[in-house]
């Protein structure tokens, strides 16, 4: 196990990005004259390293003359954007090599020719799809020009985003002007390509079939075909969507991305057979493998309020019907008032108090787990020498969840409606035995007794059954975490991931008839861009002149 003293952290620290000084000023890049004010402003922040400070710092580097493009591929390379990936920057100063990397070909000269991307999420929160979006623009970063994020709300995730480089603007998708309003800065920003996340994005998956430009639409959800409408506007409170909205978008869209094979048989029919294909979601090895050597699994768990001998089983994901959470609580109760499990201990993560139903659904938990004589606690309502000795305790929903994988004997994935989460491939690097539903793409990521166990969906005996033998049997929680990590290893590879994004994103490209040809052309569509911006924004206050009088 690696211990570093904050001390010695900050000065590897310092030392680091004066080397990388030093082989920037030996290309001409920037002058090495200039780094005493950031070495000295390092010296006195260096310690807090969390986003803001590090994207100050950045700022300031940018300040001292080292180019943005360095700036975003130093951030994507060593994580630069929470306080929890400052452990995986510390671990690359080890065993990277900086002048390697800084001598390659200048990411300037990689995106010469690739157009402005501009990415559009469901919500700035920090979730599976969320993070599904930070971990591929933060790896594709040298490769692909990603210039601005669009949301429809403030969240957590935007410093996380801004930490990269990238500008994060929002928009009212319910507003009565907001796709004209988007078309417009979409042509303002010279945006040439467009990266849209979730199937909430299908008005933006249509306003840039319009606008003619090539698109990428990745499918997070499973929502069965005559049932569009009642997941958009019923469940996920998009009221402004339509089933005909959605299928237009699968029938415009240019690429249509899913995690799953089996999520994308769900859709099918709806999109162009060429058109879709599917990419399994990577899992950012190098970061959980740095926490894991740089921290010890007791010292972990003991900040969490759990001893050596309880058995902790960790149910991660937004705390909501689908995530099946009511059934962990059922299978908990019947392992510790029926099979004797009396050293378990339940964690679960992702309460937010945001919608109704889920504020409601949090509800039923506790009065399910006190109608079984568990013990309940809400984390953040807990006194510090109390944690962790309630049977069962909800934690909200948090910006790292690494340090609950280590502290975990076994991890839960119980849903109800699922595609394939990142939850399974996270838990699995950690070497941490699985016990899922057998739905959907689920499936497609665990073979049952082999890496992770399979139960029928909505049933708690067979829940609590497949914990009950991983809880009589550490020889077997061993062999079944250590055949999900080769699982992960050969199936869920990060570098994979972002290679066959970086493909699809080149490939629609090189088709779109907008983006083909020399930068001449180029700069001819993008002022006709802005002689059409100018004339929407001659248009829009004409109109509002007519309405004054």
């Given at each position: 196990m690696l211990h570093i003293h904050p001390i010695r952290q900050l000065l590897l620290a310092v030392s680091f990005l004066t080397a990388t000084r030093l082989i920037a000023a030996a290309d001409g890049r920037i002058p090495f004259g200039s780094s005493g004010a950031l070495l000295k402003d390092l010296r006195l922040r260096g310690g807090e390293m969390d986003s803001k400070a590090l994207l100050s710092s950045m700022r300031r580097l940018k300040d001292a003359g080292l180019e943005i493009s360095e700036l975003r591929r130093l951030a994507?390379?060593?994580?630069?954007?929470?306080?929890?990936?400052?452990?995986?920057?510390?671990?690359?100063?080890?065993?990277?090599?900086?002048?390697?990397?800084?001598?390659?070909?200048?990411?300037?000269?990689?995106?010469?020719?690739?157009?402005?991307?501009?990415?559009?999420?469901?919500?700035?929160?920090?979730?599976?799809?969320?993070?599904?979006?930070?971990?591929?623009?933060?790896?594709?970063?040298?490769?692909?020009?990603?210039?601005?994020?669009?949301?429809?709300?403030?969240?957590?995730m935007r410093a996380d985003l801004e930490a990269l480089g990238l500008k994060v603007e929002i928009m009212d998708v319910a507003a009565p002007d907001f796709l004209p309003s988007l078309e417009q800065r979409l042509r303002q920003e010279g945006i040439g390509m467009v990266f849209a996340n979730t199937i909430m994005r299908c008005d933006v998956v249509n306003l840039a079939h319009k606008m003619g430009l090539p698109t990428v639409w990745v499918i997070h959800e499973a929502w069965p075909q005559d049932q569009l409408e009642h997941y958009a506007r019923e469940v996920f409170m998009m009221k402004s969507l339509s089933a005909d909205m959605i299928k237009e978008a699968f029938a415009n869209c240019?690429?249509?991305?899913?995690?799953?094979?089996?999520?994308?048989?769900?859709?099918?029919?709806?999109?162009?057979?060429?058109?879709?294909?599917?990419?399994?979601?990577?899992?950012?090895?190098?970061?959980?493998?740095?926490?894991?050597?740089?921290?010890?699994?007791?010292?972990?768990?003991?900040?969490?309020?759990?001893?050596?001998?309880?058995?902790?089983?960790?149910?991660?994901?937004?705390?909501?019907?689908?995530?099946?959470?009511?059934?962990?609580?059922?299978?908990?109760?019947?392992?510790?008032?029926?099979?004797?499990?009396?050293?378990?201990?339940?964690?679960?993560?992702?309460a937010r108090y945001i919608r109704d139903h889920e504020i409601e659904y949090i509800d039923q938990l506790k009065q399910e787990a006190k109608s079984n004589d568990l013990s309940y606690a809400r984390w953040e309502d807990t006194k510090e020498d109390q944690r962790g000795q309630a049977r069962l305790t909800v934690m909200d929903i948090q910006a790292d969840v690494t340090r609950y994988y280590m502290a975990a004997d076994v991890v839960l994935v119980p849903s109800l409606n699922e595609v394939l989460p990142l939850v399974i491939g996270e838990a699995m690097a950690f070497n941490k035995p699985v016990v899922c539903s057998a739905i959907d793409g689920i499936p497609e990521a665990v073979d049952d007794q082999v890496d992770g166990l399979l139960v029928p969906p909505a049933d708690a005996q067979a829940l609590s059954d497949a914990i009950y033998k991983l809880h009589q049997s550490p020889e077997l929680r061993e062999t079944i975490g250590k055949a999900g990590r080769d699982r992960v290893l050969r199936q869920f590879s990060y570098d994979v991931m972002a290679s066959n994004y970086d493909k699809i994103m080149t490939k629609l490209v090189s088709k779109s008839p907008s983006l083909r040809g020399s930068p001449a052309s180029t700069a001819s569509r993008q002022a006709r861009d802005c002689r059409h911006s100018a004339r929407l924004a001659r248009q829009s206050q004409a109109e509002s002149s007519a309405l004054v009088r």
């Open positions: 994507a390379q060593h994580d630069w954007s929470t306080a929890g990936r400052m452990d995986h920057f510390i671990s690359s100063l080890h065993d990277a090599k900086p002048e390697s990397r800084l001598k390659q070909k200048p990411v300037a000269q990689l995106q010469q020719d690739k157009p402005k991307v501009a990415m559009f999420m469901h919500s700035l929160e920090r979730n599976g799809a969320n993070n599904f979006c930070l971990h591929l623009m933060s790896k594709l970063m040298a490769s692909q020009s990603f210039t601005v994020v669009y949301a429809p709300k403030e969240g957590p240019g690429c249509v991305v899913f995690p799953s094979n089996v999520q994308k048989d769900i859709y099918k029919g709806l999109y162009k057979e060429d058109a879709a294909c599917t990419v399994y979601n990577g899992i950012p090895l190098k970061k959980l493998d740095s926490f894991m050597k740089s921290n010890d699994r007791d010292a972990v768990r003991a900040e969490l309020g759990y001893g050596p001998n309880d058995f902790v089983v960790l149910h991660l994901g937004t705390i909501c019907n689908r995530k099946g959470q009511l059934y962990t609580v059922k299978a908990c109760s019947r392992l510790v008032n029926e099979l004797g499990c009396k050293d378990l201990k339940c964690l679960m993560v992702g």
